[in-house]
């Protein structure tokens, strides 16, 4: 990242069918595509969560991008949480 560009955070979860189609690997080809750093992982009531850092304008990219997903998502509704950037991340991984 740049030095001297303010980071943002932004936590988001994804509704719908979304486990089982890929999203989790998608979301972190994006994510790395963007120069995103954080995490993606699947949570036990069926949704993607993901928390991501980096440029606001590359989060919005992202969020838009998960309103469509990869292809087999069928994507009902993405949270949005704009938090404080903790700069703890060094890359975009999934979590177990």
Known sequence: MLSGVEK??????ITGRVQGVYFRAST????TMLGLTGWVKNCP???????????KTKLEEL???CHQ?????????VGV???????????F????
């Open 8 to 13: 943002n955070r932004v936590r988001l979860v």
């Open 81 to 91: 949480t704009w938090e404080a950037a903790q700069n703890v991340f060094h890359d």
């Open 28 to 31: 972190l080809r994006q994510a």
């Open 63 to 65: 969020i838009a991008w």
């Open 69 to 77: 997903g990869p292809d087999g998502a069928q994507v009902a509704e």
């Open 45 to 55: 009531d069926g949704s993607v969560e993901a928390v991501a850092e980096g440029v």
């Open 93 to 96: 991984s999934i979590k177990r």
